[in-house]
């Protein structure tokens, strides 16, 4: 699971109000090397849910479409970083979502 | 209602997928070109969901947009994953999105596998839900009018065919690249099949006989109609076949709950239907189709009545997603063998019988390959208009821009609106 995939996850059990961000439990982390373009990460930038990126010691600067330095370290969390192993947990449920193979399981049992 | 809803979905939704994933062949999987275009259409930097997307086939067009897919076949995920796209597995009726996180979302032949309106309804309201305002869904369903072939009912269970040959006209030239497995929406081999071979058109090389015992899938009643035991009409010539399978469904239908047993009840009808069904078609025809709402308990024993309507005919007109398969005349081995449980014994000797029958009558050899399990997939196919007015009447987030046939599917696309309540 990316870090940009989490940024549109939430926990929908039944009652939770806001369900993220939810926290990364991580075991297992695999960093992969993507080739980086400035324009999509730019673009990216305002569709995201920043509060959940300032969570990753990365706060959003003004002006980020130009500096490049600034695009390259969100490609970088937000792409190239993979949660491998481990779980999501509900901010407010506490209720964890595992995490296996890459594939986060959202899948909720029937009375959740 | 739910209750039973979801446990045919999981019965001939999810796990028949789940059976069949590994078949799905990659190389002969290839985009719908509107959908294609739908998704390069999209604004670079966008992030687009395609919920249920399968072994991920769409994840791959546009590298420009963020792609997400989810799926709740797991085996199909994982195998999304392994080609390197960010996929999750999840539900569709409760995706795992927040509000308004997507500019684009897909459901390409996805809730015709939902049983009920309301289901089918829910589904779209939770895709709607992600999707944020000014952006746009596309929906893909089966169609029920389609060119050569016509649904009779929109509720009806299709089996899959992991084995199906090709016709003696494909394969004189040389095209042995088609891979044995069936996959869905195989639109590419369908258009190539189309180009190469004018002369493999439906119907054109098939007899009527032929073709009558070619057709192959069964109808059941929605579960939107309620499965009002007591009132049922069944056809004279197909009552008596139908007792022993009716009495074991019931029998194991005390058993259980109500809903399980209706849904095994269907599952017995059909592999009772296939005795008589080659030489008739059995079919019930219960003017009283329409919506009363009955709980199955109330309703009774309907130890003599038959709950579902069945028809059993073999057809070569291809299926929306078996297109390049079905084209052929020679074989549909998308014989039915139903779930070997213990109350089906018998009429899966009946299924084995069916399939000598087909095979005698001039089939080709290959049904030695056969699916043991179940491999039943539950449709709701859609009428024009169906999707268009589900969407119109009661998802009013969103707008309808767009409604269209394409290669057997009815598509809609819509556009998230913002939606005030005073």
């Known amino acids: 699971m990316k870090l940009l995939t989490h940024n549109m996850l939430t926990s929908h059990v039944q009652g939770v109000i806001k369900g993220y961000p939810l926290i990364i439990k ?36 003004p002006d980020y479409e130009k500096d490049e330095e600034f695009l390259r370290k969100v490609h970088r969390i937000l792409l190239e970083v993979e949660v491998v192993e481990g779980c999501l947990q509900c901010p407010e449920s506490g209720r964890e979502f595992p995490i296996s193979k890459g594939v986060p399981n959202m899948l909720l049992i029937e009375d959740e | 209602m739910d209750e039973a809803a979801s446990q045919l979905e999981r019965d001939h939704v ?121 952006g746009r869904i596309m929906i893909y369903v089966w169609a029920m009018e389609q060119k050569r072939r016509k649904f009779e009912k929109q509720d009806i269970f299709i089996p899959w065919n992991p084995n199906p040959p090709l016709s003696p006209a494909l394969r004189q030239r040389g095209n042995g690249t088609q891979s044995v497995s069936d996959d869905c929406d195989s639109s590419d081999k369908h258009r190539k099949v189309r180009s190469i071979s004018s002369m493999v058109d439906e119907g054109d090389l098939i007899s009527p006989g032929q073709q009558k015992q070619q057709r192959l899938w069964f109808f059941s009643r929605s579960l939107d109609s309620v499965l009002d035991f007591t009132s049922l009409t069944v056809s004279r010539s197909s009552s008596s076949t139908l007792q022993t399978p009716v009495d074991e469904a019931s029998e194991s239908r005390s058993r259980r709950t109500s809903s399980r047993g209706l849904i095994r009840q269907m599952s017995s009808l059909f592999s009772s239907s296939s005795r008589t069904s080659l030489e008739e078609d059995v079919f019930i025809s219960d003017p009283n189709e329409q919506v009363h709402k009955n709980d199955n308990r109330s309703s009774g024993n309907g130890n003599e009545t038959v709950p579902v309507e069945l028809v059993h005919d073999c057809s070569a007109v291809p299926l929306p997603d078996l297109v390049s398969y079905q084209r052929d005349q020679s074989t549909l081995e998308g014989h039915m063998e139903v779930d070997g449980k213990s109350s089906q014994q018998e009429p899966l000797q009946r299924q084995e019988s069916t399939a000598s029958l087909l095979e005698s009558d001039g089939m080709s050899g290959q049904s030695s390959e056969q699916p043991k399990d179940s491999c039943l997939r539950y449709y709701h196919v859609f009428r024009e208009g169906e999707l268009t007015q589900l969407i119109q009447n009661h998802v009013d987030e969103l707008h309808v821009l767009h409604t269209y046939l394409d290669h057997a599917n009815w598509c809609v696309v819509a556009e998230k609106v913002q939606v005030w309540k005073v």
């Open chain 2, 14 to 134: 999810h796990s028949v997928y789940e059976r069949i994933a590994p078949y799905f062949n990659d190389s002969r999987y290839k985009a719908w070109p509107k959908v294609k275009q739908f998704l390069l259409e999209q604004e670079p930097g966008s992030i687009v969901a395609d919920v249920g997307c399968g072994n991920g086939k769409y994840l791959h067009i546009n590298e420009d947009i963020f792609k997400l897919g989810c799926d709740v076949c797991r085996p199909l995920v994982d195998s999304a994953w392994s080609r390197g796209h960010e996929v999750q597995l999840c539900d569709g009726l409760r995706l795992p999105y927040r509000d308004g996180s997507f500019d684009a979302v897909l459901s390409i032949a996805v809730i015709h596998h939902m049983s009920t309106k309301e289901r089918r309804i829910r589904a779209i309201k939770e895709m709607a839900r992600t999707l944020r305002v000014g």
């Open chain 1, 26 to 61: 991580a075991t297992e982390v695999k960093v992969n090397e993507l080739e980086f373009s400035a324009p999509f990460v730019s673009r990216m930038i305002p569709k995201l849910e920043w509060s959940l990126i300032s969570a990753l010691n990365c706060t959003l600067i």
